[in-house]
């Protein structure tokens, strides 16, 4: 009697110790103008990060018109700069194909759906972010080339909500 309760207890505790299945992060899509910024880190940006975010911004700055100091000052807000450095090149991979060979005022407003269709796709997946993008002037097959470009995996932004 003693051996089997002291198995059973055992099972128990074993099973007790087991790490439960975390749940599946809540992903829900958010209008920008709903988030809060973060406060601005005081750390200060490396050369070769300063760099990359130049070429960002130049790359952007036609369809996402904010001076340089304001997107110096958006990647210092970032926990991890490096990090959000690494998905706006890959959007900027993405994207300069298409703004190379698309060039002019007339084009413009391809240009600004292209960034669009990018900065979706770097919190989703390509089908998601088509269809999340609600283009209008862009085919699906020219959606699906310019996104060919983008090499990292969907991360969606995280939010801390108090």
Known sequence: MKKIFLVTLLTIAVLACKEQPKPEPKIEVVEVEELTPSPVSSS????TQLAHIKRIHQTFEEVYPIS??????????????????NIWLAMTNAYEP???????????????????????RSMMPDKEAISNARLTLLSEAEAQAILKNYKLNAAPIKVHTN
């Open 44 to 47: 200060s940006l490396t050369d």
């Open 98 to 120: 298409f703004a190379a060979v698309n060039t002019g005022a007339e084009k413009l407003a391809h240009r600004k759906e292209v960034y669009k269709l990018v900065l979706m």
């Open 68 to 85: 340089l100091e304001e997107t110096i000052k958006n990647f210092k807000r970032d926990l991890h700069p490096d990090n959000e450095i």
